[in-house]
């Protein structure tokens, strides 16, 4: 099982922006699908993009164009860049592989300690 570690959080004005980083203890390209969820307190799990390695990217339809995820396979690591950012994108993120590549977006089997993101004025 692939070890997942996140980095790159932090507080952030409204409007601002952080890159995160996952760095994978494996090779990332082994891997069909790989994303970032994340988790508020007191609100579910949510999936805000994912890296499918047979056909690209995915983001839930009210976060395309604020985030992009990306990956450097030589460096196996993925990042999440977060741009615009809201109040209502603090939680933790987590670096995760999902269950199945068909719903990279909702399940997960494996995921890092996550990092903090906080948007706040």
């Known amino acids: 099982q692939v070890q997942l570690v996140e980095s790159g959080g932090g507080l952030v004005q409204p409007g601002g922006s952080l890159q995160l980083s996952c760095t994978a203890s494996g090779n990332i390209r082994d891997l069909k699908a790989i994303g970032w969820f994340r988790q508020a307190p007191g609100k579910e799990r949510e999936g805000v993009s994912c890296f499918r390695e047979d056909d690209g990217t995915f983001y839930p339809d009210y976060l395309q164009g604020r985030f992009t995820i990306s990956r450097d396979v030589a460096k196996n690591t993925l990042y999440l860049q977060m741009n615009n950012l809201k109040p209502e994108d603090t939680a933790v993120y987590h670096c995760?592989?999902?269950?199945?590549?068909?719903?990279?977006?909702?399940?997960?089997?494996?995921w890092g300690q996550g990092t903090q993101v906080t948007v706040s004025s």
């Open positions: 995760a592989v999902p269950r199945f590549a068909a719903w990279c977006l909702m399940d997960y089997i494996n």
